[in-house]
């Protein structure tokens, strides 16, 4: 396998169905729900799960704690999973993975940007943004 990139793409899957604080899927979202449907529980579909890229490799956090491995170079169709073969690199991804979250979660808890209020008016208008409180 070729040694991943410095650089990693991180994505997130959160699993809205069964949510705590409900949660209506629009009507466009329900087929690919239901498209796991033919899936059994050992296919690992269910539930939040991370991914880090640094490509050639992907890695795959699953809500289970389990993880996956692919190369994308050989494998784009990731039908393979070199987790089992090659722990030490999930460890390093996983590792890197957590940071990255870590980060960005401490971002998104520090006050940041103030729209001007131009921009909130205009948001306000097409219902993105509420009236402020009385």
Do not use: N
Not at 63 to 72: F, S, W
Not at 99 to 113: H, I, K, M, Q, V
């Amino acid at each position: 396998m070729i040694a991943p990139s410095d650089r990693g793409i991180v994505s997130e899957f959160a699993e809205l169905e069964g949510r705590e604080e409900p949660f209506r899927l629009p009507k466009e979202l329900h087929q690919p729900v239901a498209a796991r449907d033919a899936c059994g529980p050992h296919d690992r579909v269910y539930g939040d799960m991370y991914t880090l890229v640094r490509f050639p490799l992907k890695l795959v956090w699953y809500a289970d704690g389990t993880t996956a491995l692919y190369d994308l170079d050989d494998d784009p169709g990731e039908s393979h999973d070199h987790a089992p073969e090659q722990p030490a690199v999930v460890r390093e991804l996983l590792e890197a993975l957590r940071a990255e979250l870590a980060t960005a979660r401490a971002e998104e808890r520090t006050p940041g940007w103030t729209p001007p209020p131009e921009l909130l008016e205009r948001l306000r208008a097409l219902g993105y943004v509420a009236a402020p409180a009385r």
